[in-house]
């Protein structure tokens, strides 16, 4: 899962087993690269939460009048609606959220690719300062196995980011652009729902990665996950 390798490669990147070896050292661009891609990601999949949403939206302004509310909940509910973005700003925030999330995924491809290859280092590392008759073949095995399958990881942390942009690109398409490719348009139905849809796939590539991301990162902060 390109996800949980994204997340073990923020683990060793930004340092969190706290081991301080300077073999996997990330530097201070890629830790900021790692940090900035992790929290974007967890930002833009939020966006489309409605009811966290909401909170940013300022809906008194889109309906032109005050909302009076006479429930017990009625000032957090008129703070809610009072404070924040135009409805129509928020879409095109969160339509830029995911652009800038899948640009993130592609800058952060170098440090992620250097911490699965210091991944196998660290494991040849602690196996050969883990007892008096230190265990290299596994270590042997591991750094093997880490630079053979280099190529398909690559794919495999392209492939979302590619994904979101193209999927975010066919969301953006007007009318005019779609009526000039005919041949597409005969092929499939090229319409308001098929940019939903596309739109949609954006965000669900962002949400399914944040969601694996997250719940590894937190697997490995309770000691469930250990890299080894």
Known sequence: MPATKSARAFWLGTDQPRSNLAMISCGWFGRLTLYANYLVILFA????????SEMLVNKNIADGKDVHLDNKFGHLERL???????????????????????????????????????EALLCWYQRLH?????????SRAKVF?????LCLVVLQFLAPPVLLLVFLGLSQLDGNSIEDYQLVCGLLP???????????LAWWVVFIWAVYT?????????GNLYVS
Not at 45 to 52: H, R, S, T
Not at 145 to 149: E, G, I, K, S
Not at 214 to 222: A, E, N
């Open 145 to 149: 196995l880490h630079n053979h399958f």
């Open 190 to 200: 090229c319409s308001a729902f098929l940019k939903e849809v596309a739109l949609f």
């Open 80 to 118: 809610f609606g009072s404070v924040g973005i135009l409805p129509s700003d928020f879409a095109k925030l969160r339509i830029w959220c995911l652009l800038l999330s899948g640009f993130l995924q592609l800058v952060a491809l170098r440090p992620n690719l250097q911490m699965y290859l210091n």
């Open 45 to 52: 999949a939020i966006l489309w939460i409605k009811p966290l």
């Open 214 to 222: 997250s719940v590894t990162l937190l697997l490995f902060r309770r």
């Open 130 to 138: 883990a007892s008096k008759v230190p265990d290299l073949e596994f």
